[in-house]
């Protein structure tokens, strides 16, 4: 993996078969079957998503077979209704759910759980197809390189930070599990590194044992106060 994978764009997959609205059921099942996925997204004629026909979509043809043909429409259930539809633009779920190219991982793993899907259309500011992310696309950032990880935790978290005291700052990364060490000036942002390593593409963990300057011995009222000896 080149780089770092932050937005869907880095980790989307570009060659994506798709559908037109007038596209046959049966065209619709022989292209699920030969390109092995369950879902496809549906274009208009200026290649703009407009829905997508999953094999939930397509299921009704074959629980309502038999038992609903002809009859009127009123009342039914939207499955019902999807028994006798014959293409894309009648079966697909509309209007599909879908995510910007430059959505952050967080951005499309949050719609992919509320939603409860497992692939999202990856469309462009006006609404065409540019690609396809799916939930094994967005668990690609784990695979980063420890190294890569530490040296972007050392440069954006901590040299940001801490400054000058930087060097105070210990960072260990190992299977994705950053380990923050040493002394800072500040314990305040303390919290803050963690957070800020935590958001790193690739961070598992984060522990954090960092803590702040050593205290004075003349300012700490736990210890016995000490008074140079009077002259003899």
């Not at 869907?8 to 030969?34: C, H, P, S, W, Y």
């Not at 038992?67 to 009127?72: F, H, K, P, R, S």
């Not at 409860?116 to 094994?136: E, F, M, N, Y």
């Not at 963990?205 to 702040?212: A, E, F, K, N, P």
């Amino acid at each position: 993996m080149n780089g770092t994978p932050a937005t869907v764009n880095d980790v989307m997959t570009r060659k994506v078969v798709a559908l037109r609205e007038g596209a046959a059921f049966k065209d619709i099942v022989r292209t699920m079957q030969d390109w092995r996925v369950s879902a496809l997204p549906v274009l208009d004629d200026d290649g703009r998503v407009v829905g997508v026909v999953s094999e939930a979509d397509l299921l009704p043809k074959e629980e309502y077979r038999g038992d609903l043909g002809g009859q009127a429409r009123v009342g039914r259930s939207a499955d019902a209704v999807k028994a006798d539809a014959l293409t894309a633009a009648e079966l697909m779920t509309s209007p599909a759910v879908t995510v910007v190219s430059g959505a952050s991982l967080a951005r499309a793993a949050r719609v992919m759980a509320h939603r409860r899907i497992k692939r999202l259309p990856v469309v462009a500011p006006d609404g065409t197809l540019q690609g396809i992310v799916s939930r094994s696309d967005l668990l690609k950032v784990f695979l980063r390189d420890d190294t890569d990880i530490a040296d972007e935790v050392r440069r954006e978290v901590v040299a940001g930070l801490f400054g000058t005291h930087a060097d105070t700052v210990r960072v260990r990364v190992r299977d994705g599990v950053v380990t923050l060490a040493g002394r800072v000036p500040d314990t305040a942002l303390v919290p803050i590194a963690a957070r800020l390593a935590r958001a790193v593409p690739g961070v598992v963990d984060v522990h954090c044992s960092l803590t702040g300057p050593p205290r004075r011995p003349d300012l700490d009222p736990d210890l016995p106060e000490t008074r140079p000896a009077a002259p003899a």
